[in-house]
Structure formats: structure tokens, C-alpha cells
T-cell receptor
Framework: DTGVSQDPRHKITKRGQNVTFRCDPI?????LYWYRQTLGQGPEFLTY????????KSRLLSDRFSAERPKGSFSTLEIQRTEQGDSAMYLC???????????FGNGTRLTVT | GNSVTQMEGPVTLSEEAFLTINCTYT??????LFWYVQYPGEGLQLLLK?????DKGSNKGFEATYRKETTSFHLEKGSVQVSDSAVYFC???????????FGQGTRLTINP
């Protein structure tokens, strides 16, 4: 069990650019979640997948955000036309479903200048 | 809607002191309640959980009791250590729902 892996750890980009983050969940976990955390706040739910199906999306996930999990394994989160307000820590988590706990990655810190 | 309110931090204590971090919630139905901890440079980790009223979750000397009458899930530890320094998050998930709703976090610093 190597844990949930996220890449990159840090990303600095200019406003208006597109960015993509990757999450590799624990291999036997069928559920994958994306959260966003801003400074001094708790994580906020963005979306989750069961296998390759995206089953829920938060209203926080504007049209500029898209997440995929094409083969039910790793997932990507893309932000198009980044804005300064997108600066945050983006967290990925996975679970085996049911009452199993969520296992979080170390996150990708995005800074939009 | 569902929400979690935590005691504001930061909290600074001396080693071996008694710790309480307050957490109250608003939710419909019977949510499950969690405490997560984030050590410096690491991801969030589940510390303990309780799934129904009067349940007590415990781990690593920490305890929290699900109190439905006061909608609370306060975190306690009898004698803290320097290694307990971290950010602690209270969270809930509604019955049957997949997502967690987090409080804002409480930064705890333990001085030797």
C-alpha cells in the first residue's frame, strides 16, 4: 500500500493558463474524491467517482473545472483559464466504498499569479 | 444544510496538559462523525470516528463521544505530547452520502 499519490506537489501558473493535476489512488479502492482547501479552511468537496463514473459534482465545480477517471484507476483534474481565486490546495482521496475511511494524498498546491 | 463548527485556534498547550477541541454540527438525519488530523507536511489522516449517537471513537489516546442531544463531537486527550502538534479537523457525512463536510480546522501546538 503506497498510499494516494498526487502530482505535482506544487504548481505556479499565470492567470488564464490551463493546469492539470493527477491523482493515483490506492490500487484496490474504487472510489476517488477531489477536495479543495484554502488557507485556514477545511477541505471542500468538489466531486467523486465510483470506478470511472462521476457520480456527484459540487456547485463549487464551475464550468472551467473538469475531472476524469477514464479507466477507473487514476484521475485528472483540469482547470481551464485559471483565475487568482483558484489558488488553493487540491486534495485527492480514495476509499474502498461503504463505511471505509477516506485516505488522502498530500495534495497539489496551486498558485495563480 | 450540513455544517461543522470547530473551536477557533490556534491552541497552544504544554506537554502533558489536558486537551479539548470543541466541535458542533448541523445535519439532517443521523450523520457519521469524524476527526481527521494533518501533521506538518503530510496528508489528512483519519484519527477516529463514531457512526451513531453515544458511540465513542478512540485512537492514540484521543477520544470523542457522539452527543446527539447537544449535536457535538468534542475531541479530548488526557495528556498531550509534542508529537500531537498538528491541525485537527472535525467532519461529518450524512447517512448514505459519500462526501465529507469539514470544519475549518484547529491548529494545535504542544510545547515541551
Amino acid at each position: 500500500d503506497t498510499g494516494v499519490s498526487q502530482d505535482p506537489r506544487h504548481k505556479i501558473t499565470k492567470r488564464g493558463q490551463n493546469v492539470t493535476f493527477r491523482c493515483d489512488p490506492i490500487s484496490e479502492h474504487n472510489r476517488l474524491y477531489w477536495y479543495r482547501q484554502t488557507l485556514g479552511q477545511g477541505p471542500e468537496f468538489l466531486t467523486y467517482f465510483q470506478n470511472e463514473a462521476q457520480l456527484e459534482k459540487s456547485r463549487l465545480l464551475s464550468d472551467r473545472f473538469s475531472a476524469e477517471r477514464p479507466k477507473g484507476s487514476f484521475s485528472t483534474l483540469e482547470i481551464q483559464r485559471t483565475e487568482q481565486g483558484d489558488s488553493a490546495m487540491y486534495l485527492c482521496a480514495s476509499s474502498a466504498g461503504g463505511p471505509s475511511p477516506l485516505h488522502f494524498g498530500n495534495g497539489t498546491r496551486l498558485t495563480v499569479t | 444544510g450540513n455544517s461543522v463548527t470547530q473551536m477557533e485556534g490556534p491552541v497552544t498547550l504544554s506537554e502533558e496538559a489536558f486537551l479539548t477541541i470543541n466541535c458542533t454540527y448541523t445535519a439532517t438525519g443521523y450523520p457519521s462523525l469524524f476527526w481527521y488530523v494533518q501533521y506538518p507536511g503530510e496528508g489528512l489522516q483519519l484519527l477516529l470516528k463514531a457512526t451513531k449517537a453515544d458511540d465513542k471513537g478512540s485512537n492514540k489516546g484521543f477520544e470523542a463521544t457522539y452527543r446527539k442531544e447537544t449535536t457535538s463531537f468534542h475531541l479530548e486527550k488526557g495528556s498531550v505530547q509534542v508529537s500531537d502538534s498538528a491541525v485537527y479537523f472535525c467532519a461529518l457525512s450524512r447517512q448514505g452520502a459519500q462526501k465529507l463536510v469539514f470544519g475549518q480546522g484547529t491548529r494545535l501546538t504542544i510545547n515541551p
